[in-house]
C-alpha cells in the first residue's frame, strides 16, 4: 500500500492472446505463508505471488488465466473489509490503495474464479463471489468519495511491464517508511524501474464500458478500470466464459 499507511477505522508490449477455453485450476494445496510477502508493499507481493502460482502449476503455464486488480479511486480512500490488518473484528480497514490476483477460469461451464489476496482473512484463495460480498460489499457507500474502482490488469502483459524503485515508500529525508523487500527492485521488460503511480491513478472517467471495452484488458499494459457495479460481472465477459 502506497506509504505504508492505512488511514483510520509508453509503447505496449505484444498483447496476449485470451486463453481460449481455461481449464479447472491445479489441485495443489496452496498455503498463504509459503507466498512471499511483505508488509505495505502489495504490489510487489502479487507480482511474486503471480510468478510463483506459475511455476508451481496452479496457473497457467503463461498465466494467461490470472488478472493483477489494483484497487483505488480519486481520493485514494479505499475501504474493504477481512483485513489482517484491521483492528476490528469485521476486519475493515481503509486503504490509499490495494492489489489482489484474481484467477479466471472454467470447466465445463462450471465458475472458478477466486481471487488471491495475502493479505485477508477470508479463505485462500477465495471464491470471487464471497470475496464481493465479503471483503468488498458493492455500493456500500453510495456514489461517495468511498467508492472504489478496480484496474483490471492481465497477468502476462503485467510482469512484463510493471516497475517499482520503492521510492514511494521513503521520507523526504530517504529513510525508509516501511523496510523494503529483500530482493532486487522490480524493473520492467524494457528498463523502466517506476510506473506504480501509472497503475494506482484512476478516476471515475477512466471506467470502461463493460460490452465494448472488456477485450482491452488483453492488449492494455496498464489493463482496464471497472466500476463496483462491473466488477461482479466483468469476468464472466470475458474471451472462453461463456460455455
Not at 521520507?171 to 520492467?188: E, F, R, T
Not at 482491452?216 to 496498464?222: C, G, P, Q
Amino acid at each position: 500500500m502506497d506509504d505504508g499507511r492505512a488511514l483510520a477505522g509508453g509503447a505496449d508490449p505484444s498483447p496476449v492472446a485470451a486463453p481460449p477455453h481455461p481449464s479447472a485450476p491445479s489441485s495443489t494445496p496452496v498455503d498463504v505463508s509459503s507466498f512471499t510477502h511483505t508488509p505495505c508493499y502489495c504490489e510487489e507481493n502479487i507480482y511474486m505471488l503471480c510468478k510463483e502460482l506459475i511455476r508451481i502449476g496452479v496457473a497457467d503455464p503463461m498465466g494467461t488465466d490470472l488478472y493483477v486488480v489494483f484497487i483505488s479511486n480519486e481520493e485514494r480512500k479505499v475501504p474493504l473489509w477481512h483485513q489482517k490488518a484491521s483492528n476490528s473484528d469485521d476486519g475493515f480497514i481503509c486503504w490509499d490503495y490495494h492489489v489482489i490476483c484474481i484467477q479466471s477460469r472454467r470447466n465445463k461451464g462450471e465458475v472458478l474464479d477466486l481471487v488471491w489476496d495475502l493479505d485477508s482473512d477470508l479463505p485462500f484463495p477465495c471464491p470471487f463471489s464471497q470475496y464481493v460480498s465479503d471483503a468488498i460489499q458493492p455500493l456500500a457507500f453510495g456514489d461517495s468519495i468511498y467508492r472504489r474502482l478496480f484496474r483490471v490488469v492481465h497477468t502476462p502483459l503485467f510482469l512484463q511491464s510493471f516497475a517499482s524503485d520503492r521510492s514511494h515508500m521513503k521520507d523526504p529525508a530517504g529513510n525508509w517508511i516501511q523496510l523494503p523487500p529483500k530482493y532486487d527492485p522490480i524493473v520492467a521488460a524494457d528498463g523502466t524501474t517506476n510506473n506504480l503511480k501509472d497503475y494506482i491513478a484512476m478516476s471515475k472517467e477512466d471506467v470502461v464500458n463493460l460490452e465494448s471495452r472488456v477485450n482491452d484488458v488483453y492488449s492494455n499494459k496498464h489493463g482496464v478500470v471497472v466500476n463496483e457495479t462491473i466488477l461482479p460481472r466483468f469476468f464472466s465477459r470475458l474471451p472462453g466464459s461463456h460455455h
